[in-house]
């Protein structure tokens, strides 16, 4: 199959790209810069410089390598700009499908997120609904997952991967990240965590796992499955083994809860064959350091 993938050279992407390689896809993959789509050569892949933004010059690079299939893995999360992530998931999502459409391309896989449920007591699974009556700021990023999903559901076939909070290489939760500063003290630093009050429930997945369910689900269904680890867990569960992993002071975690910090379920993902090499952020944590 010839994937292409947008989002080539990001947390996601740079992982990806060798994997869809290696179980015999012929991948073309897209970076906003010469550099990042030389990077993409380097592995092995057709690299071409393509901004998502740039409509008309995407439509010409789809057309160009007339893939089978998209894989899409944009987001603007190493600055922690959600207002571009939300461009992105808005106009950059509007894009590939238009361009998608224009080369007769009829699947995509998405990168999408678990955090984006109505509040509820037990982790979601993909029958629960989006958030949509959320307070502001929320509502935005609520409101801009939904659009990347019903955009990206306007073709024959669309997966939309529900990944939980992303940690290991490339994520804000390695040694010497932002979140590791924040907890270091750094002034300068802000949390960047899903939640800090000790009662709000996270789910994470290792980049990795996230990665290798993006290769598997070029082989599934159409519809949303969330692609996170085995153990949801409280802030005052998680972040004491966060903190000690990085022989850092654990800080004391604000009291009480955000109702719709609720975690997820990846019980249909298991079902479908997904396991991850992580099966719960203890170990995971732990194995950044190893």
């Not at 999408?112 to 009556?133: H, K």
Request: zero cysteines.
């Amino acid at each position: 199959m010839h994937v292409f993938v947008a989002g080539a050279t990001g947390a996601v992407g740079r992982l990806l790209v060798p994997l869809l390689l290696e179980a015999g896809h012929r991948v073309t993959g897209i970076s906003r810069s010469a550099a990042g789509a030389e990077r993409v050569r380097r592995q092995g892949a057709s690299g071409v410089q393509a901004d998502v933004l740039d409509r008309d010059a995407l439509h010409r690079v789809m057309a160009a390598a007339a893939p089978d299939t998209v894989m899409h893995q944009l987001t603007d999360l190493s600055a922690a700009d959600s207002a571009a992530t939300d461009r992105l998931r808005r106009e950059g999502t509007r894009n590939l499908v238009d361009a998608a459409r224009s080369a007769d391309v009829s699947s995509i896989v998405a990168q999408s997120v678990s955090w984006a449920y109505a509040p509820g007591d037990d982790p979601a699974d993909e029958t629960a609904p989006l958030d949509l009556g959320a307070g502001y700021p929320r509502r935005e990023m609520v409101d801009g997952v939904r659009a990347l999903e019903d955009t990206a559901a306007e073709l024959e076939t669309a997966v939309l991967l529900r990944y939980g909070i992303l940690y290991g290489p490339g994520t804000w939760y390695v040694p010497g990240g932002p979140v590791a500063a924040a907890l270091a003290g750094d002034p300068d630093a802000r949390f960047l965590g899903s939640v800090e009050a000790d009662l709000s429930v996270t789910s994470f997945v290792h980049i990795r796992d996230a990665a290798r369910a993006a290769v598997a689900a070029l082989g599934w269904p159409s519809g949303p499955v969330n692609i996170v680890d085995d153990e949801p867990a409280p802030a005052r569960a998680w972040l004491p083994v966060f903190a000690a992993v990085l022989d850092l002071p654990a800080p004391e975690p604000a009291s009480g809860q955000q109702p719709w910090a609720r975690g997820a379920s990846n019980s249909l993902a298991r079902s479908r064959g997904w396991e991850p090499e992580h099966p719960t952020w203890r170990s995971g944590f732990a194995a950044q350091q190893a």
